[in-house]
């Protein structure tokens, strides 16, 4: 089982949809999380951090379950401009140093 | 407030060549760490330097070999070049201090594209 796992899609959207992208994670004793958007060719983006059940930040929310193993990213109100790839990240180990676990993405397309 | 640069932004080098890459961290950030993203997948970390030192290592062999300079900035050495090796790298810069805990976020640069013919 890989450290963390993504839908890869893509998520075919109109705009002014709300998109919901999930993410599994294996190592139990993880305790915070990001969100990573990518555009095409470019670098990774810090999108969101998760330290506890969830955090909001305008139309994206971000959510936690612990018990399940899974990380949530809901999009709502979708633009345009919210095409690109969502990568979902664990520090491996926790609490350890920075070393960050990368999901393969999710890609989303946000069309008129 | 300069970000992460990387150096130079794109590569073509052949089998069995060398190649070495460059990273220079976000100001106030003493720790770099080197990824490696191949087409279609998401980043994979190679190593972590803090300090001068190699803190700690993925799952990459011995070819990948890096440095890192008083000044944070840092190095990617890879030897004996595979067609495999073909990937976007980069470089994520954070601040590790005495006492670091994976909740910090890095901050990436733009990532150099290597191309092995």
């Known amino acids: 089982r890989k450290e963390v796992e993504q839908d890869p899609g893509p998520f075919n959207v109109p705009e002014g949809a709300t998109v919901a992208f999930n993410c599994t994670y294996s190592n139990s004793a993880s305790q915070s999380f990001f969100w990573y958007r990518q555009d095409c060719r470019k670098e990774p983006k810090l999108l969101m951090s998760?330290?506890?059940s969830g955090n909001e930040d305008g139309r994206f929310t971000a959510q936690l379950n612990r018990a399940s193993q899974y990380i949530s990213l809901l999009i709502r109100d979708s633009k345009l401009s919210d095409s690109a790839t969502y990568l979902c990240?664990?520090?491996?180990?926790?609490?350890?140093?920075?070393?960050?676990?990368f999901g393969a993405g999710t890609r989303l397309a946000v069309h008129p | 407030d300069a970000g992460v640069t990387q150096s130079p932004t794109h590569l073509i080098k052949t089998r069995g060549q060398q190649v070495t890459l460059r990273c220079s961290p976000k100001?106030?950030?003493?720790?770099v760490s080197w990824y490696q993203q191949a087409l279609g997948q998401g980043p994979q970390f190679i190593f972590q330097y803090y300090e001068e030192e190699e803190r700690q290592r993925g799952n990459f062999p011995d070819r990948f070999s890096g440095h890192q300079f008083p000044n944070y900035s840092s190095e990617l050495n890879v030897n004996a070049l595979l067609l495999g090796d073909s990937a976007l790298y980069l470089c994520?810069?954070?601040?590790?201090?005495?006492?670091?805990?994976?909740?910090?976020?890095?901050?990436f640069g733009d990532g150099t594209r290597l191309s092995i013919l």
């Open positions: 100001s106030g950030h003493d720790t």
């Open positions: 994520a810069s954070s601040f590790g201090g005495a006492i670091v805990r994976g909740n910090q976020p890095q901050h």
């Open positions: 998760v330290y506890s």
């Open positions: 990240v664990a520090p491996n180990p926790p609490g350890g140093y920075n070393k960050l676990i």
